[in-house]
């Protein structure tokens, strides 16, 4: 049998096995699970949330989502300056991380995926400030979690039930025969209409295809055909023509003096237009002088004046266009002129002698 001795140090050396083994597996074990190594400098940072979002110890914290530490605690604490703000995360991370956080950068805690744990991401876009020092507090930005986004969505939800709902007694009456698309759906008299109406625009294809009718011979006349073939054809020649200049809208379009007279006939217009604005001329002074304008109006009111008189048969004129006897009086003595004349013609020494007599 084995001495007392022998089972002692046996029962020593399995001891100290167990407890290499198991000072081995935790030093694996906290290899693998974080991101700061055994030997590695850290600093560290902490940050206050008002709510963990299911955020504990040992999950990582990334920087522009690349791993640059782990959550060291998460605990609530009683601290008047974050009263609104009671979970206090303290983090460690690399110290060769250090100079690329600012002080003015923020921490939000993210869900890897919709099921996946949380972590702490640290956004450093935009933020100013010298690097963080150890224990350095950020700013905190929660993103909006599971719960925030069932809440935000309850919302859409109703909306989406009433909108179901009104749909639902839409296809309703369109069963029932109500309305326009319910008459269309279940009325047989429309049914009826719409058969007829399906029924002619058939019989009109038909007799397209027979040749019949306007469109028919369109489709089926080659004489036609012809025709419009030919009318494209000598179409396209006049375009032909007037893309080279051959005839007169060519001209129009291809000739370089035609378009320079045109240009110094809109640059002239625009000259004329110009001295009239700046009152040149006869035209700027009627546009722009007020004393030529006034006597433009007086001279346009005596004109009115004076047709007003006439219209009255007043004066003169206005006698002669308004009184009968006046204008009987004249067309007498026109006739007896006439009657004078043609005396003279018919005997004129009866009235051209010139008789004289001395003594």
């Known amino acids: 049998m084995p001495s007392q001795q022998q ?19 935790a030093v ?32 990582p914290v990334d920087l522009q989502g690349v791993p640059i530490g782990n959550v060291q605690s998460v605990a609530v604490v009683q601290d008047p300056k974050h009263a609104d703000q009671p979970v206090q995360v303290v983090m460690r991370i690399k110290k060769r991380f250090q100079p690329y956080v600012r002080a003015k950068a923020k921490a ?34 929660n993103a909006p979690g599971l719960q925030d986004v069932v809440r935000s969505s309850q919302t859409t939800l109703q909306n989406l039930d009433v909108l179901v709902r009104r749909v639902d007694r839409i296809v309703a009456d369109v069963e029932n025969g109500q309305g326009s698309l319910g008459k269309i759906v279940s009325d047989p ?33 080659e004489t036609l055909a012809n025709k419009l073939v030919d009318s494209v054809d000598k179409l396209d020649r006049i375009m032909g023509d007037t893309e080279s200049g051959k005839n007169n809208l060519g001209k129009i379009l291809n000739d370089e003096s035609l378009y320079k007279n045109l240009h110094e006939t809109v640059a ?9 604005n700046s009152g040149k001329g006869t035209l700027g002074r009627m546009v722009k002088d007020k004393e030529t304008a006034d006597k433009l109006a007086n001279t346009i009111n005596k004109l009115s004046s004076i047709v007003d008189r006439l219209d009255a048969g007043e004066g003169s004129a206005g006698k002669f266009l308004k009184d009968p006897s006046f204008y009987n009086n004249t067309d ?10 043609k005396a003279i013609r018919e005997n004129p020494k009866k009235y051209l002698t010139i008789h004289f007599r001395i003594f």
């Open 7 to 25: 089972l002692r140090w046996s029962q020593l050396r399995v001891g100290i096995t167990v407890i290499v083994g198991a000072v081995t597996l």
């Open 28 to 59: 694996l074990v906290f290899l693998m699970s974080g991101t700061s190594g055994l030997f590695t400098a850290n600093i560290t940072l902490v940050t206050y949330f008002d709510n963990a979002e299911g955020l504990r110890s040992g999950q």
């Open 108 to 141: 939000t805690v993210l869900t890897a995926g919709v099921l996946g744990e949380s972590y702490v991401d640290i956004d450093n876009k935009g933020a100013t400030g010298p690097p963080v020092q150890d224990g350095s507090v950020l700013e905190s930005n």
């Open 189 to 221: 008299a429309l049914y009826n209409k719409a058969t007829g109406i399906l029924n002619q625009i058939q019989a009109l294809l038909n007799d397209v295809s027979a040749g019949k009718g306007s469109i028919g011979k369109l489709l089926t006349d």
């Open 268 to 276: 002239k217009a625009n000259q004329l237009m110009d001295d009239i």
């Open 332 to 341: 007498q003595l026109l006739i007896e002129s006439r009657g004078l004349v």
